[in-house]
């Protein structure tokens, strides 16, 4: 069976740090792109970062430039994020997902989502 698993979620005060894993279990990550997407409460879900099969390229969302940090160990079939200085308004469901065709930031793209981990920042 094919399956993403994150982990790493869990409760934290603004400005502290949390990692985030997205494991790959049943297939090899090797050949996918891997995106980093949230959904807040009443919002709609958001790309917050990407990178590429052999982690040469990175994408963020501007909201998180220069304190969230995408990264992959294909030799895990692991892929994190690094997420620093976090605020409460990082506070949402944090989801990976695989895409064979390259990163984007259009969640419909992708091939495989995993069941999401929360994260929860308090003032």
């Known amino acids: 069976q094919l399956q993403l698993v994150e982990s790493g979620g869990g409760l934290v005060q603004s400005g502290g740090s949390l990692r985030l894993s997205c494991a790959a279990s049943?297939?090899?990550?090797?050949?996918?792109?891997i995106g980093w997407f949230r959904q807040a409460p009443g919002k709609e879900r958001e790309g917050v970062s990407c990178?590429?099969?052999?982690?040469?390229?990175?994408d963020y969302t501007d909201s998180v430039k220069g304190r969230f940090t995408i990264s992959r160990d294909n030799a895990k079939n692991t892929v994190y994020l690094q997420m620093n200085s976090l605020k409460p308004e990082d506070t949402a469901v944090y989801y990976c997902a695989a895409d064979q065709m390259g990163c984007t930031s259009w969640a419909p793209e992708y091939d495989l989502w995993g069941q999401g981990t929360q994260v929860a920042v308090a003032a």
């Open positions: 990178i590429s099969t052999n982690g040469g390229t990175t």
């Open positions: 049943g297939f090899s990550l090797d050949n996918y792109a």
